[in-house]
């Protein structure tokens, strides 16, 4: 017997099982009788079957969306299997086959095999992630650490082998000198925290034996981010239980879990998934509990917090931002039967109406920092009418109540459940309800019986941010002189005018102690804005600007003056309007890194961009309103002097595609890109965006992002979003009741309009290392 080339398969199983391998042995020459001189190929191979649906047990399991298909191997030699017969032979279906091939001189085929599978069984190959089945043919050559994938459209990726070949082209070589293989332990727990399980799973645990038994003993997450955008999946579904296992040790102290699917996508990313996290998962030190969305998973959530809501003892920190999550847990909390003895931070997006009936003290013994954010169900949803069935309006002394003393953080809505009356306020002050209150942002009725105010007794007297919707200037004048560590104003009055009276406020305003604004970092100040002491704001890094009335033209000039000594300044939202003649005054001195133009169009927008012309070595983020898509072809190039802009965003007020932005639009956006923009740029990505008043009834908006780096349609990422949209544009009061503004508003026409960002989750880019170290499987064994 002579001439042996063997290889292995290694299966990787995500790190979550011990390494397993079968061995590929290549062919072999046997020699005949002397007499004959006859010589003879044997010719091993490797056949693997998935179980297809059929009957019975399979039958009976068809709808479980969380089974993984299973995988069968078959050593054959001369084509014949070798050992007993295999039991579930009548259900298999074969997805390839490995043999010896002569023509690649020692090497090994895999053949592809065109098999028909059920949904549940069905399984799509892939080669260092490139599907086979868009390759136009069925023999692919391996090479030494090729990964062979199988994917499965329920439960994702579903196997993933190693080949690894070991004949006189690939003998044991020197230990490499890698600095990544040599870090310590702790510097490599470093670094893998900064990776998603899935990315672990997928990258890092196929590099060598000492990265896979690292990951195994589950060491490394000790926070742990569980993540499904609109499809994208970033946990092991159909491995959850077995995932799980890993954290039996209770390692973890911080879970994340945001779990959010589009409508038509159940089939791929099963909605449910999360019901195998608060079974197997080890809550016991958990410290930190972060809840963005569930998803169908509320239910579960209930269920854990009913059954074994004690086990959350340790936990410290719980943030809940989805509103029916939040309620869930109210409802459990209702009870009195659940009691988290050590928790001293929570924040919940809910129903304001529930607080009533729990009794914070109870749930929370040790609360000292509370955050609200109100949500509100339409009465037309059948959830909303359920809601407003089973709860009863409360008095404002019962909103209040379980609010407790000096532990209210955060406040943020729209109205509160009762109206703030005279009482409410008296009984506000007597309990310190609002004495360490940071956040506050509220319609303005919530001021229409505040007390006059005193000096010697402020109402909010830690407050940093102010958000205020249709508020009387007069209600909060004196109260406002208060506020000496206010950071962040944002005055909106959609429906009052500049009458006489507010006049007069402002003139007050103007002639007031500037001791308020020594700290103010962003400034929206609406009937207001032309009477801030801007040249006293050196904190200032953000500035809204509207001019809402004629008169305020008048002064554009004063304000912009003042602002030049805002040295810190580098956000600027503004109004354009048709007789603001920007072309006439001297250009915005500060280097921007955000601004956002609304209520232009071509000509005022020429005019805008060269107002900020002293950014063009700054400017990264962009937001401009604009006629038509037509306006591209002069618009565009006007951006290629601002060489580090990152992000720009086109508002559109019509569209050809009538209420929707349509190929014609997106047309336009890519030819001007590819034409004027350099892809190598600073350039990542533009939008074009039809808010809710263009739109067809059923949609709030609709957008189109393309990237002129790769020249591709792409998800809008928040990679590219600079800090201003989400630090100075949170906390915004809308009738949406959003916790943070997905839309914000930056008009103050009657038909105002607003700008957002697609919710999608910019991804994280992943660096593999498996390619040059895939040989440590074989040199560690």
């Known amino acids: 017997m002579s001439g042996s080339r063997d290889a292995y398969l290694v299966k990787l199983n995500f790190g979550l099982e011990d390494l397993s391998y079968l061995k590929l042995e290549g062919s072999v020459f046997v020699d005949g009788s002397s007499e004959e001189c006859e010589v003879r190929r044997k010719r091993p191979s490797i056949e693997c079957y998935v179980v297809d649906e059929q009957s019975g047990e399979d039958l009976a399991v068809r709808n479980d969306i969380k089974r993984i298909p299973h995988l069968h191997f078959h050593k054959l030699v001369d084509g014949i299997k070798i050992g007993s017969a295999c039991e579930k032979s009548s259900c298999l279906k074969k997805l390839f ?36 089945s868009l390759k136009g043919k069925a023999d692919f050559t391996l090479k030494h650490g090729d990964i062979i994938e199988g994917y499965n459209s329920v439960c994702g990726v579903c196997f993933k082998i190693m080949f690894l070949q070991c004949d006189e ?98 089939g791929f990313v099963p909605r449910d ?75 919940l997006r809910c129903l304001f109406k529930i607080l009533p009936t729990i009794d914070m003290r109870l749930v929370f013994p040790r609360l000292e920092e509370l955050h609200l954010i109100h949500t509100e169900f339409p009465a037309s949803t059948i959830y909303g009418r359920l809601l407003n069935m ?110 006489e009276s507010n006049r007069r406020i402002c003139q007050d305003f103007l002639d007031s102690p500037k001791e308020w604004v020594k700290n103010l970092k962003y400034v929206s100040a609406d009937l207001w804005e032309t009477y801030i002491p801007y040249e006293n704001l050196h904190h200032l890094e953000c500035v809204a600007l509207f001019f809402r009335c004629k008169a305020a033209v008048k002064f554009a000039k004063r304000v912009f003056e003042k602002l030049r000594s805002c040295s ?29 133009f609304t209520g232009t169009n071509r000509r005022s927008a020429m005019a805008a961009l060269d107002f900020i012309r002293r950014s063009q ?42 209420g929707r932005i349509g190929v014609l639009d997106q047309g336009w956006l890519e030819v001007a890109l590819n034409k004027r923009v350099d892809p190598e740029g600073a350039l990542k990505q533009a939008t074009l965006f039809l808010p809710s008043s263009s739109v067809d009834s059923g949609s709030d908006y609709s957008s189109y992002t393309y990237n002129p780096a790769i020249m591709e349609k792409a998800d809008f990422s928040l990679e590219f979003v600079t800090r201003f949209y989400f630090q100075w544009l949170k906390f915004i009061p809308d009738k949406k009741e959003l ?31 498996r390619a040059d170290a895939s040989r440590d499987f074989t040199r560690n064994g």
Request: glycine share 4%; aromatic share 10%; charged share 25%.
């Open 97 to 132: 086959s490995i043999r010896d091939d002569e023509s690649t001189n020692g090497g090994f085929v895999l053949t592809k095999e065109e098999t028909h599978l059920r949904r549940f069984s069905r399984v799509n190959l892939f080669i260092n992630e490139e599907n086979l």
């Open 169 to 266: 082209h690939h003998v044991r070589q020197p230990a490499q000198n890698s600095p990544l293989l040599s870090c310590p332990w702790p510097v490599l727990k470093k670094i893998f925290s900064c990776f998603t399980p899935f990315e672990i799973m997928e990258n890092i645990v196929p590099v060598c034996r000492k990265f896979f038994e690292l990951i195994r003993a589950g060491d490394i997450w000790n926070n742990l981010d569980f993540r499904v955008i609109h499809g994208t999946s970033f946990v092991p579904f159909g491995r959850l239980d077995d995932f799980c296992k890993v954290f039996s040790n209770g390692r973890v102290r911080q879970l994340t879990l945001d779990f959010r699917v589009q409508d038509g996508l159940e």
């Open 273 to 347: 998934s999360l019901s195998s996290v608060f079974k197997n998962f080890d809550w016991q030190n958990l410290k930190v509990l972060q809840i963005i969305a569930l998803e169908a998973n509320d239910d579960a959530f209930y269920k854990f917090l009913v059954e074994n809501g004690k086990v959350l003892s340790q936990l410290e920190t719980l943030l809940i931002r989805d509103d029916l999550t939040g309620n869930s847990f109210l409802r459990v909390a209702a009870t009195g039967k659940l009691v988290l003895p050590a928790c001293q931070k929570v924040a």
């Open 390 to 499: 089973s709860l009863a309006t409360p008095t404002i002394q019962e909103f209040l109540a379980p609010l407790g003393s000096e532990v209210l953080s955060i406040l943020h809505g729209y109205h509160l459940p009762a109206k703030m009356d005279k009482n409410g306020w008296v009984l506000a002050q007597q309990k310190g309800t609002f004495m360490n209150l940071e956040s506050l942002g509220m319609h303005g009725d919530f001021f229409e019986h505040v007390p006059a105010a005193d000096k010697n007794r402020p109402i909010f007297p830690k407050l940093r941010s102010l958000w205020l919707k249709d508020v009387s200037l007069i209600k909060i004048f004196h109260h406002l002189l208060l506020q000496t560590s206010l950071e962040n104003l944002w005055i909106r009055n959609y429906r009052s005018q500049a009458t």
């Open 568 to 596: 810190k300044l580098q956000g600027l939202i503004l109004r354009v309007r048709d007789d603001l003649q920007l072309r006439s005054l001297n250009p915005l001195q500060q280097n921007l890194e955000f601004a956002v």
């Open 617 to 658: 070595n700054s400017l990264k983020d962009l937001w401009i309103q604009m006629d038509h898509t037509e306006d591209l072809e002069k618009l565009v190039p006007a951006l290629n002097a601002f060489k580090r802009l990152r992000n720009v965003v086109f508002v559109l007020k019509n569209s050809f595609g009538r």
């Open 739 to 769: 916790e943070q503004a997905d839309l914000f508003h930056i008009n103050g026409d009657p038909d105002a309009y607003y700008v957002a960002t697609s919710s999608v989750e910019w991804q994280r880019k992943v660096r593999s290392f």
